[in-house]
Nanobody, 114 residues
Framework: QVQLAESGGGLVQAGGSLRVSCAASGRGFSIKVMGWYRQAPGKQREWIARITSDGSTNYADSVKGRFTISRDNAKNTVYLQMNSLKPVDTAVYYC????????WGQGTQVTVSS
């Protein structure tokens, strides 16, 4: 089972950029499809990006063209580069397999001020 630890969140102004990271431990990371998810206050957790073992990516319409998911299998880490951030991107960001399974990490808070 993969264990996950997100980091890199923070406070940023609208239009700014931020990169969050997810370190995974456990076996089999390199062959898993990994995803980023987020949960805004008062809303359900939603999927926003995924990446296959060979680097193919897909994005939710809400972040397409602004966010980029990547992975470094040697470091068991998946990243989310977020550009042109908007206040509506404010949320706790999580990574997990896609589809999600097992335990969630603690997430990392991203706050975008207007």
């Amino acid at each position: 089972q993969v264990q996950l630890a997100e980091s890199g969140g923070g406070l940023v102004q609208a239009g700014g950029s931020l990169r969050v990271s997810c370190a995974a431990s456990g076996r089999g990371f390199s062959i898993k499809v990994m995803g980023w998810y987020r949960q805004a206050p008062g809303k359900q957790r939603e999927w926003i990006a995924r990446i296959t073992s060979d680097g193919s990516t897909n994005y939710a319409d809400s972040v397409k063209g602004r966010f980029t998911i990547s992975r470094d299998n040697a470091k068991n880490t998946v990243y989310l580069q977020m550009n042109s951030l908007k206040p509506v991107d404010t949320a706790v960001y999580y990574c997990n397999t896609f589809p999600p399974g097992g335990s969630w990490g603690q997430g990392t808070q991203v706050t975008v001020s207007s």
